[in-house]
């Protein structure tokens, strides 16, 4: 299964743009992008997805590197209810469709 | 739209105890997972159903922990005995269908410790 590499930890302020990377070097060509985040006591919440575009949605931006080795979502004003753990993981069509989970970047929001 | 409900909230039992875990996907949603979360990691899937067949049940501990879902609506995961290594968070998840499209929908979990 590809894998992913995030950072352990990110800290933002309140207000500013927050870009959370992740490498997925070992990426197939019909891997697909996804992204949750998880808010302390809750259950993982989807964020977006992509396969090669960019994508927008009401809560982020996905940047998708051209050779689709890694990738950025983009929180576009961070606040203090987007502290939480994120998901960057790779759903290969052919596997089940399963997602695969590393450990995440936990993001803390200053304000 | 109502969300993944899953009960209870929280478990304590004592190892060797038997436990069972609910959750209501929902309404509509054909694929059905059971997530098991240990603290600091992410989620591993021990089960996945698309309606009341299972799909993927390779990481489930076959010996101890068993799960149904019977009507292809509700499904319920039972750990039977428990171990201390099974104190985690038991996440349920559902989709439309096999290709989540629009992404999985998870519940808030049921936090299991087992002493």
């Known amino acids: 299964d590809a894998k992913t590499t995030q950072p352990n930890s990110m800290e933002s302020n309140e207000e500013e743009p927050v870009h959370l990377p992740c490498n997925h070097s070992?990426?197939?060509?019909?891997?697909?992008i996804h992204w949750y985040r998880q808010l302390p006591s809750q259950g993982p919440e989807y964020v977006i997805h992509?396969?090669?575009?960019?994508v927008n949605n009401r809560m982020a931006s996905l940047a998708i590197a051209e050779d689709r080795k890694s990738s950025t979502l983009i929180l576009h004003r961070a606040t203090l209810r987007d502290a939480a753990v994120y998901y960057c993981i790779l759903r290969n069509a052919g596997n089940n469709r399963k997602l695969i989970w590393g450990l995440g970047t936990s993001l803390a929001v200053n304000p | 739209e109502a969300g993944v409900a899953q009960s209870p909230r929280y478990k304590i039992i004592e190892k060797r105890q038997s436990v069972a875990f609910w959750c209501n996907p929902i309404s509509g949603h054909a694929t059905l997972y059971w997530y098991q979360q240990i603290l600091g990691q992410g989620p591993k899937l021990l089960i996945q159903?698309?309606?009341?067949?299972?799909?993927?049940d390779s990481q489930l501990p076959k010996d101890r922990f068993s799960a149904e879902r019977l009507k292809g609506v509700d499904s319920t995961l039972k750990i039977q005995p428990a171990k201390l290594e099974d104190s985690a968070v038991y996440l349920c998840?559902?989709?439309?269908?096999?290709?989540?499209?629009?992404?999985?929908?998870f519940g808030s979990g049921t936090r299991l410790t087992v002493v």
């Open positions: 159903f698309q309606n009341n067949g299972v799909v993927d």
């Open positions: 070992t990426i197939s060509g019909t891997d697909y």
């Open positions: 992509g396969l090669t575009s960019n």
């Open positions: 998840a559902s989709s439309l269908d096999l290709s989540a499209v629009y992404g999985y929908t």
